[in-house]
């Protein structure tokens, strides 16, 4: 057998670090940061714990990398739902929240987790509160271009009601009205102008 080459080397490296992160993020989101250990980490992703700790100095950075890599798909979607029209985009934004939140619960499930956590871990108050200004500046330019009287606290409003009807529909599932909701903000904010 002849030795890997070099691309093949990182391909293999890339591969762990998928699975080790998408064993952490399993977890973490199904049993919690405090009760997942690198242990089970290194279990469930086939792999031993000191190749973990070859690419992750601990299961904080773990976290980090997994949180920065949700931060940036994230970046990416925003990338992705932008149109010339802002009405358009405001719709996607809306369609992407709704239909994310119900194809990809356990992700959201961790974010949630995190977010009332927030005062065990900096960097994540770091990042969300980096983020969510962010997020808040987009959609206050998207409803500033649709003439709302107070686009700021408006585009707030609409990050607030994300983070309720997220935890809304996480907590009741199948018996919160998503499909509804979803259809009454985009109505309410796309359909009209202001």
């Known amino acids: 057998m002849s030795p890997k080459t070099a691309y093949q080397n990182e391909e293999l490296r890339k591969q762990s670090i998928k699975k080790i992160l998408d064993s952490a993020f399993l977890l973490f ?20 714990k000191g190749l973990i700790y070859n690419y992750f100095q601990s299961k904080e950075d773990l976290l980090i990398t997994l949180v920065n890599n949700v931060m940036n798909e994230g970046d990416h979607m925003i990338s992705e739902i932008i149109t010339d029209n802002p009405a358009d985009t405001l719709k996607n934004l809306f369609e992407w ?3 994310d939140l119900t194809i990809r619960s ?44 107070n686009p700021k606290d408006e585009a707030r409003l609409i990050a607030s009601m994300f983070d309720g009807i997220g935890m809304q529909y996480l907590v009741i599932r199948e018996d919160y009205p998503i499909y509804e909701m979803k259809e009454y903000l985009i109505k309410k904010y796309c359909e009209k102008t202001k």
């Open 97 to 99: 929240y709704f239909d």
């Open 29 to 48: 989101a199904k049993d919690g940061y405090d009760s997942t250990s690198i242990a089970r980490i290194s279990k469930e992703a086939g792999v031993s």
């Open 106 to 149: 356990d992700h959201w499930k961790l974010m949630a987790e995190l977010t009332l956590k927030i005062e065990k871990f900096q960097f994540i108050h770091d990042i969300f509160t980096t983020k969510m200004s962010e997020y808040v500046a987009f959609i206050e330019g998207l409803l500033t271009q649709l003439n709302y009287d």
